[in-house]
């Protein structure tokens, strides 16, 4: 099996992922997500921002000051501004970046939880980190039932549900703020629905054929414990309070 580290492996999966992303099927898909990404990117400000992805930009029109985005080689890198590393070492410091995009990598890629794991590492305590998945209950989940359709580069890998990620988000001291489900479709159809999109998106119902997760820094206010009997303070104002904890990451384990 692959490791994260094998870069002529990381190579061809990145070949793959770029060639399915600008096909029929995958820009259907990505123009759904962009719709759905959109109107919250718009309102996310800061000075950085990385896509761990295969596909084009999404957060293009994000009034981040400065985006990245990943190539596993420098021969893949098409942009001075990409970063080429492994995505389970990611060169940068700790929580150095206000938005970081993980788009339908944790399905394909060997020992997914580093890659969180890193992702989480350098996004800014306010900083938002958002996940894009393919949920096993759309269109596509079903399908993929198929032997013929494995061969597929989307239907490859193991795919999550949002509530399996979100246990992996609180190991890395995240917490999901919300989930917006799209890329709605008919049974047998290649191409998006306008109608079910629409609908699908209006009301958020879980069968699109993938979504967004949304995830902040989570916090703790911690208050301190107080017994029955409490005294009268003595020599001026009591001392209370709270306490901000962050809880620390402890590694996944599929």
């Excluded at 900083?127 to 989307?154: D, I, N, Q």
């Amino acid at each position: 099996m692959s490791n994260l580290r094998d870069p002529i492996a990381l190579a061809r999966l990145a070949r793959e992922g770029r060639q399915y992303w600008v096909g029929e099927s995958g820009r259907v898909v990505w123009s759904a997500e962009r719709a759905c990404i959109g109107p919250r990117c718009e309102k996310w400000f800061g000075l950085h921002a990385l896509e761990l992805s295969l596909a084009p930009a999404l957060t293009d029109m994000c009034p981040v000051q400065h985006s990245m985005s990943w190539a596993p080689t420098s021969e893949m890198a098409e942009s001075r501004s990409t970063l080429v590393c492994p995505p389970d070492q990611l060169a940068l410091p700790d929580n150095c970046l206000d938005l970081v995009v993980v788009h339908h990598l944790l399905e394909v890629l060997p020992q997914p939880h580093h890659v969180l794991q890193e992702a989480a590492r350098v996004t800014a305590d306010n900083g938002h980190l958002v996940l894009f998945g393919w949920s096993p209950y759309g269109t596509a989940g079903c399908a993929r039932m198929r032997p013929e359709w494995r061969r597929h580069f989307s239907a490859g890998g193991r795919w999550r549900s949002p509530s399996q990620l979100s246990d992996w988000l609180a190991f890395v001291d995240f917490e999901a703020q919300r989930v917006d489900y799209c890329g709605f479709r008919l049974p047998g159809r290649t191409g998006c629905n306008g109608m079910l999109e629409t609908l699908g998106r209006r009301y958020n119902v879980p069968l699109g054929d993938a979504y967004m997760m949304v995830a902040r820094r989570r916090s703790q206010l911690v208050k301190p414990r107080q017994g029955r009997l409490s005294l009268p303070p003595l020599g001026g104002p009591a001392l209370g309070g709270v306490s901000r904890l962050r809880s620390s990451s402890r590694r996944i384990e599929e």
